[in-house]
């Protein structure tokens, strides 16, 4: 079942699938090398990350967000960053942010700087709600560079050990909240 799981998951945040598109269990089962049963649980689990929808008679569908959904969705993920960024321990280590700063592209760096500030909460409810909000976001990640001008050093921002980090975050996200129009039309494009 967890190789389904991760399997599923990295194809639904690569946007391997268009939005609305139906996820049949059996397709699915012998695309990924393996049986239906633990394909139907990785839906059923992936489904209760919001990563996909269940329809009761319809099966499993990828979701379609309107640009009110995605723009709450973003404004979802800022209230987690801003919350994590209040209650962490201690930020993560500057290693370990140089390194998801250079492991490959921006929206794979951008989730790396999610997750580490996620494993920097001691809360285990926000750090889930955090990955699952970020996960919900990695395809309109992907089409970011395309809608949007690359900002350097915004990245880094997110997590500067200075006041201004909260700043930083709800400038990064107030930025593709206003472009939740362009980031829909091109992620549809996919």
């Given at each position: 079942?967890?190789?389904?799981?991760?399997?599923?998951k990295q194809?639904?945040?690569?946007?391997?699938?268009?939005p609305?598109?139906?996820?049949?269990a059996?397709?699915?089962a012998?695309?990924?090398?393996?049986?239906?049963?633990?394909?139907?649980?990785?839906l059923?689990?992936?489904?209760?990350?919001?990563?996909v929808?269940?329809?009761?008679?319809?099966?499993?569908?990828?979701?379609?967000?309107?640009?009110?959904d995605?723009?709450?969705?973003?404004?979802?993920?800022?209230?987690?960053?801003?919350l994590?960024?209040?209650?962490?321990?201690?930020?993560?280590?500057?290693?370990?942010?140089?390194e998801?700063?250079?492991?490959?592209?921006?929206?794979?760096?951008?989730?790396a700087?999610?997750?580490?500030?996620?494993?920097?909460?001691?809360?285990?409810e926000?750090?889930?709600?955090?990955?699952?909000?970020?996960?919900?976001?990695?395809?309109?990640?992907?089409?970011?560079?395309?809608?949007?001008?690359?900002?350097?050093?915004?990245?880094?921002?997110?997590?500067?050990?200075?006041?201004?980090?909260?700043?930083?975050?709800?400038?990064?996200?107030?930025?593709?909240?206003?472009?939740?129009?362009d980031l829909l039309?091109?992620?549809?494009?996919?």
């Amino acid at each position: 079942m967890e190789r389904s799981y991760t399997a599923l998951k990295q194809l639904l945040r690569d946007g391997a699938f268009a939005p609305g598109h139906r996820l049949e269990a059996n397709r699915i089962a012998e695309e990924i090398g393996v049986s239906m049963t633990p394909v139907r649980d990785a839906l059923n689990r992936l489904a209760g990350e919001r990563l996909v929808e269940a329809s009761s008679g319809e099966g499993f569908h990828v979701p379609r967000l309107g640009e009110g959904d995605l723009r709450d969705l973003y404004e979802w993920n800022s209230i987690l960053a801003i919350l994590a960024i209040r209650s962490a321990r201690t930020l993560p280590a500057p290693s370990a942010i140089e390194e998801a700063m250079a492991g490959g592209s921006l929206p794979e760096a951008t989730a790396a700087i999610f997750g580490l500030l996620g494993e920097s909460v001691p809360n285990r409810e926000l750090r889930l709600a955090l990955a699952h909000a970020s996960d919900r976001l990695h395809p309109f990640r992907l089409v970011e560079p395309i809608v949007l001008e690359p900002i350097l050093g915004e990245l880094e921002e997110l997590i500067e050990p200075s006041a201004s980090r909260q700043a930083a975050i709800r400038r990064y996200h107030l930025l593709r909240m206003r472009a939740v129009g362009d980031l829909l039309r091109e992620r549809s494009r996919l």
